[in-house]
């Protein structure tokens, strides 16, 4: 068996290329939602097995950021904020395990005792992780049509070299 683990890095910097190129909105069926990068960044350690990662303020817009992307480096691992205009969620994506760490939901204060408020948690994780294995779905669409390095891929190359 192979290991696909790069797959969720090459997510993570779809992600970052997807919202800097296109807004980050996607179209979940009838649902649309955002997703951001936020103030938690780590990239995947070079060949020297350097690992950088960046925290506080807006990681994707420093000058180490852009420099990671332009040495070819991708996204290890990203604190994203996710929304559906309704609900929204913070969390920290690791790529090459996928897991979902540190989810928060908005509103988890509203609940009105200690087992509503685990079973909104419950439920929200449930929800956030539907939302993310939605856009994921999307990526892998993108990611393995037969055009992808002349297209879409070349578009993200591009954006990576420029950054």
């Not at 800097?20 to 350690?45: K, M």
């Not at 000058?63 to 969390?91: C, F, I, P």
């Not at 009105?112 to 856009?135: T, W």
Request: net charge negative; proline share 3%; charged share 30%.
């Amino acid at each position: 068996m192979t290991d696909q683990s790069f797959l969720g890095e090459e997510f993570l910097t779809w992600l970052w290329f997807r919202r800097e190129t296109d807004g980050g909105d996607f179209e979940l069926g009838a649902r649309t939602v955002e997703i951001v990068i936020d103030d938690f960044l780590a990239f995947a350690p070079s060949d020297d097995e350097t690992e950088q990662t960046l925290r506080k303020g807006l990681p994707t817009r420093t000058v180490e950021a852009r420099s990671a992307l332009a040495a070819g480096r991708s996204v290890r691992s990203a604190k994203l904020l996710v929304s559906d205009g309704q609900q929204h969620w913070s969390l920290v994506l690791d790529g090459p395990t996928f897991h979902l760490r540190s989810v928060r939901q908005g509103n988890e204060e509203d609940a009105e005792s200690p087992r509503d408020r685990s079973v909104g948690r419950m439920a929200g994780f449930v929800e956030v992780h539907d939302i993310i294995c939605g856009v994921y779905e999307l990526f892998l669409r993108d990611r393995l049509r037969p055009d992808y390095l002349g297209t879409s891929g070349q578009a993200q190359a591009q954006w990576m070299a420029n950054a």
